[in-house]
């Protein structure tokens, strides 16, 4: 059981590369999200998307982009990475946008 | 805006011991989550709360709701190691998506 699937798991990056976080689900869900957990801040939400085809900003947006490439597909884009994007990203799927969350692994990114 | 709040934030206990941990919210809410987090691991849900007064129990940790009181509450029984872990509640305001609370640590010493 596949679930929610992110890739990397692990990346370390330079300031001003870009890179993109990839998310996939199997569980045909409609809603998709992206979390960053920083030590003592809790779960913020990034971006999300409803359903296919829409996307909305999250508590935390700047600096990030999202596309929903189909259903099952939803990654993350940092443009140009910065220090203070160095988090634990989540990827959560839901069946619908009050539903319950399914998480993938986690992606750790330290951008140096 | 909805303000998921937890109570407490750190939590250090014996084992064999019972503890709750609150989850406060200042809008109407349709339902109540319930997630646990190992250290370095991912979210896994633990429960859904669906209505007022609705009471879940997966052997020593069991979840209720007050809606009335926009309240819910986290028990662990007679604690054990294994529970050690970060506790999150979220809940969705009418038709919206979650709102987490902050997390509430669980450390359970021997």
């Known amino acids: 059981n596949a679930g929610v699937t992110q890739t990397p798991k692990f990346q370390v990056l330079k300031t001003g590369q870009s890179m993109t976080l990839q998310c996939a689900q199997d569980m045909n869900h409609n809603s998709m999200y992206w979390y960053r957990q920083d030590p003592g801040m809790g779960l913020r939400l990034i971006y999300y998307?409803?359903?296919?085809?829409?996307?909305d900003k999250g508590e935390v947006p700047n600096g990030y982009n999202v596309s929903r490439l189909n259903k099952r597909e939803f990654s993350l884009r940092l443009e140009s990475a910065a220090p203070s994007q160095t988090s634990v990203y989540f990827c959560?799927?839901?069946?619908?946008?009050?539903?319950?969350?399914?998480f993938g692994e986690g992606s750790r990114l330290t951008v140096l | 805006e909805l303000k998921v709040e937890q109570n407490p934030l750190f939590l250090s206990m014996q084992e064999g011991k019972n503890y709750t941990i609150y989850c406060n919210y200042s809008?109407?809410?349709?339902?109540l989550y319930w997630y646990r987090q190992d250290p370095g691991k991912s979210l896994e849900s633990l429960f859904v709360?669906?209505?007022?007064?609705a009471v879940k129990q997966e052997g020593r940790l069991m979840a209720s709701l007050d809606t009335k009181a926009r309240l819910s509450t986290l028990h662990i029984t007679a604690a054990v190691h294994d529970l050690s872990a970060t506790y999150f509640c979220?809940?969705?305001?009418?038709?919206?998506?979650?709102?987490f609370g902050q997390g509430t640590r669980l450390t359970i010493n021997p």
């Open positions: 959560a799927s839901s069946a619908g946008i009050t539903g319950e969350l399914f």
């Open positions: 998307s409803a359903s296919e085809g829409t996307t």
């Open positions: 709360l669906l209505s007022n007064g």
């Open positions: 979220a809940v969705t305001p009418r038709a919206q998506k979650l709102v």
């Open positions: 809008t109407t809410s349709d339902r």
